[in-house]
T-cell receptor, first 117, second 115 residues
Framework: DADVTQTPRNRITKTGKRIMLECSQT?????MYWYRQDPGLGLRLIYY???????NKGEISDGYSVSRQAQAKFSLSLESAIPNQTALYFC????????????????FGAGSRLTVL | RKEVEQDPGPFNVPEGATVAFNCTYS??????FFWYRQDCRKEPKLLMS???SGNEDGRFTAQLNRASQYISLLIRDSKLSDSATYLC????????????????FGQGTILTVHP
């Protein structure tokens, strides 16, 4: 089984629908992230969480919300999907602690491809 | 100016060639640097961290120049399996030098190695 599992892997939906992307991890990491990837723009951070009680906005959080249900689970919601949210979404985890101990090395899920019509 | 900039390529090289990728970053407070590799339609995976003194892992060599805010990746004796997108990644640190844990990704450099 993958260390970081994302569901669904592919989703096609219509404008205005509510969508939830789920992420679960078996790494035991404290930190979890949601990124989106668009051609030519690279990966951009949507939200991140350093522990269950800590949620932070990334650089492109508008139109998204997140929930950290447990240390191992971090879900991303689009309350009312719009076409420009069509993208490949990645969940990632990292350990906390010192740089020298490997903190900030991200482990990614396989991605969730979302198409909003 | 983008926080992390890479030449998007594509770089098309024959097997056995040596190829170098460059990356510049704008935040002088950045403390951790990485190269990730992403295969088509797959998730990014860590290729190597970049250390101040430079480091090597087999055919791959990474260099960091803090004064110029510049990172490089050198691939020697290219293989067909090296074809991928290479992402330059930089973290941010706060004023106290503690890592935010937030990474900024370059847009990636596409490498195609042909027979």
């Amino acid at each position: 089984d993958a260390d970081v599992t994302q569901t669904p892997r592919n989703r096609i939906t219509k404008t205005g629908k509510r969508i939830m992307l789920e992420c679960s991890q078996t790494k035991g990491h404290d930190r979890m992230y949601w990124y989106r990837q668009d051609p030519g723009l690279g990966l951009r951070l949507i939200y991140y969480s350093f522990d269950v009680k800590d949620i932070n906005k990334g650089e492109i959080s508008d139109g998204y919300s997140v929930s950290r249900q447990a240390q191992a689970k971090f879900s991303l919601s689009l309350e009312s999907a719009i076409p420009n949210q069509t993208a490949l979404y990645f969940c990632a985890t990292s350990d906390s602690g010192r740089e020298s101990a490997g903190a900030n090395v991200l482990t990614f899920g396989a991605g969730s491809r979302l198409t909003v019509l | 100016r983008k926080e992390v900039e890479q030449d998007p390529g594509p770089f098309n090289v024959p097997e056995g060639a040596t190829v170098a990728f460059n990356c510049t970053y704008s935040n002088s407070a950045s403390q951790s640097f990485f190269w990730y590799r992403q295969d088509c339609r797959k998730e990014p995976k860590l290729l190597m961290s970049v250390y101040s003194s430079g480091n090597e892992d087999g055919r791959f060599t990474a260099q960091l120049n803090r004064a110029s805010q510049y990172i490089s990746l050198l691939i020697r004796d290219s293989k067909l399996s090296d074809s991928a997108t290479y992402l330059c990644v930089v973290n941010k640190a706060n004023a106290g030098g503690t890592s935010y844990g937030k990474l900024t990704f370059g847009q990636g450099t596409i490498l195609t190695v042909h027979p």
